[in-house]
């Protein structure tokens, strides 16, 4: 069954949508992503997540929205589109297959096809109030559930069981939609144990951002990701949990103290104007030019965060200059603020800012003090 959003968090879409897509000289839209039918439509179904969005899809012409049952790459969808579909003009299309796009191509030979990607970019921001409002209570909820999880980082414990711990908490308090997989994953203390260092990662961090079943040791660093759909929106939470009672030493202090100095400065840069090359020059400002960049290669210092879990506008993603240049904060960007920092022998440290940009520049909506360790 299609389910529909409430007006309040879809027109707002609808309205950044409608122009983009005059200012692209786009007339219509043919859309068969879930995230992107929800974020145009406001429509959604649980269907599409029992079987999978390739499978069984819903569609979007416009705001007419269908669900054919065929699967984007069968040329029968083209079919039972027709009677939804222009006869000229340009039409955006997100992922159709080839025998699908022939199939367009032969019943609409008048239709200019183009891809979507661009269009549903430039429709995510900014973000009205009502969005605002549900990414900030998305977040707070995930992070709820990363701090009753502190406790249970204990030397015994396996990567692959804190996960799915978390999961089970997370359903348990209605956030079951996830759009990764949870991550807890021990990060290296030694650049020796990045053994895939090579090639354009040799000279970065050493990062790892993968749940296995290693068991955790008393000491270990142990790197928390997730990314938790709500009510059509993302919480994208993370931090860095000391596995064990023992406190900090002042070595790992120092290092939440060094991520804490890059993302305020990135934080203090993030307001109306600014680029993402703002917040690039800002996160490296005093930074070692001869050390690698605060954040995992090739990874963001930040990202936007709306109905996709990263989104644009992207800051340290190795975008070319000029494409930085061209990516402009505006009042209503939510942004997560993501630095990694690392110190041969001791360790990395990472965790997540959520952020709002409002007139007078970004405010911090997160709970939780990641400025230093998590506190038992």
Known sequence: ??????????????????????????????????????????????DVDLFGEWASPIVAVGTRVVQPGRPPNDPRLIDELADLLPAKGTLAVDRIGQAALERLAHIRPGLEVIDAGVLMAMSKSPRDQAEIDVLVEAHQRTEALLAAMVDLVQPGVTERELTGELMVRAAAAGLDRFHVDTVFAVLPKESSQAPWARGAWTHRLPYRELTSDRVVARGDHVAFDAGIGYRGYTADVGWTLLAGDDEPSPPERALARKWEGVAARVIDAARPGATVADLRSAALAGWDPTAPPPWPYPLYVAHGVGTDLAEPPFAGAGLAPEIESSMVLVEGNVLMVEPYVFEEGVGGYRAEYCVVVGAGGAQVVSRLPYRDWPQR
Do not use: Y
């Open 1 to 46: 069954m299609i389910e529909l959003d409430p007006p309040e968090l879809h027109a707002p879409r609808l309205r950044r949508l409608e122009r983009a897509a005059a200012s692209l000289g786009i007339d219509e839209w043919l859309l068969t992503a879930s995230a992107a039918v929800r974020a145009a439509a406001g429509a959604w179904s649980d």
